[in-house]
């Protein structure tokens, strides 16, 4: 059974930081390209930020500089470390996994977990 269980999100003011954890189970972690996503209300799911199976990292421009993606292969984790937060990065926070050759394929997302950035 596949499960990705986001974790680690809350409240917190303008300019504070949060990590957020996803635990990978039921999925080949190490040959999985990771992902982390957010939807706000009333908005699309957005892309913030990708690393792939050997670590390259990709950002989408509102996060550059702000929001660091890592993984921990031996714990079947990836994480988003999010810094100088503002009030427009409130939104639920996805983790996805996606694995595009070879067998299997897939691609699954977590339950989501809340972040508010507020005062």
């Known amino acids: 059974q596949v499960q990705l269980v986001e974790s680690g999100g809350g409240l917190v003011q303008p300019g504070g930081s949060l990590r957020l954890s996803c635990a990978a189970s039921?999925?080949?972690?190490?040959?999985?390209?990771m992902g982390w996503y957010r939807q706000a209300p009333g908005k699309e799911r957005q892309l913030l930020a990708t690393?792939?199976?050997?670590?390259?990292?990709n950002y989408e421009d509102s996060v550059k500089g702000r929001f660091t993606i890592s993984r921990d292969n031996a714990k079947n984790t990836v994480y988003l470390q999010m810094n100088s937060l503002r009030p427009e990065d409130t939104a639920v926070y996805y983790c996805?996994?996606?694995?595009?050759?070879?067998?299997?394929?897939?691609?699954?997302w977590g339950q989501g977990t809340q972040v508010t950035v507020s005062s």
């Open positions: 996805n996994a996606q694995k595009r050759s070879g067998e299997p394929r897939y691609d699954y």
């Open positions: 039921g999925i080949i972690f190490s040959l999985s390209a």
């Open positions: 690393i792939g199976t050997i670590g390259i990292t």
